[in-house]
């Protein structure tokens, strides 16, 4: 709500008083005892569901984008919705799916979001070749290889690309380069949201070096 989004109706156990606040209002239904337990996809959910219309971004928020995560084939839905959380934190204008990515709407996804569902625009539907047409450089992760993270330059326009969670990017991904995070451990590769994370703050932190040395 406080988001600009439309709730469409909020259900609560019989007994329940409407909730207040910023939900005041809004379309209220009380459901028989138990039957909350059995619409919700959680084992213990929280007294209160809401349904609330999904409004996906269009292809235009690109065109003025500076940075955004884009999300390869991604399968898992809780590494999305940790993604979302995460690009929203670091300062990402925008989340971007590939046709092959899991359902941005996946309970699972809107869950592990925590809110940043709601307050970043999520545009659908969008090959790593368009990315580079509205004037993004894109850069991909990898396991394997490519320029540390840290030593990239990763200002300017942006598009980072995290791929599938067992395949990765792709070899001959269109994209403009790779980026890497050094292991001193044995594992063979971090999380694909974890990775999206330690990258996406190192984004967050060039940008303020290079606001603060412009101020």
């Avoid at 974890?194 to 940008?207: G, I, L, N, S, T």
Wanted: a negative charge.
């Amino acid at each position: 709500m406080q988001a600009g989004h439309e709730l469409e109706a909020i259900y609560v156990p019989e007994g329940e008083p409407p909730p207040g606040g910023v939900l005041a209002g809004a379309p209220c239904a009380a459901l028989a005892a138990g039957v909350l337990e059995r619409v919700a996809t959680t084992e213990s959910p929280q007294p209160l569901l809401a349904v609330v219309r999904y409004r996906s971004a269009g292809a235009e928020v690109l065109a003025g984008a500076g940075f955004v995560v884009v999300a390869v084939g991604l399968s898992d839905p809780g590494n999305l919705g940790t993604i979302l959380r995460t690009a929203e934190a670091a300062g990402a204008d925008a989340v971007v799916l590939t046709p092959d990515t899991v359902d941005a709407t996946n309970p699972k996804v809107v869950r592990a979001s925590a809110g940043a569902l709601f307050l970043l625009p999520v545009v659908d539907h969008v090959e790593l070749g368009e990315l580079r047409a509205a004037g993004l450089r894109v850069l991909g992760t990898s396991a394997a290889s490519g320029t540390a993270y840290t030593d990239a330059d990763l200002t300017g326009r942006l598009a980072l690309a995290v791929g599938n969670e067992a395949r990765g990017l792709a070899a001959d991904a269109p994209v403009d380069g790779w980026l890497t995070i050094p292991h001193a451990g044995r594992a063979e590769s971090l999380n694909a949201a974890m990775a999206a994370a330690v990258v996406c703050f190192e984004v967050a932190r060039q940008r303020r070096v290079q606001a603060a040395d412009r101020g």
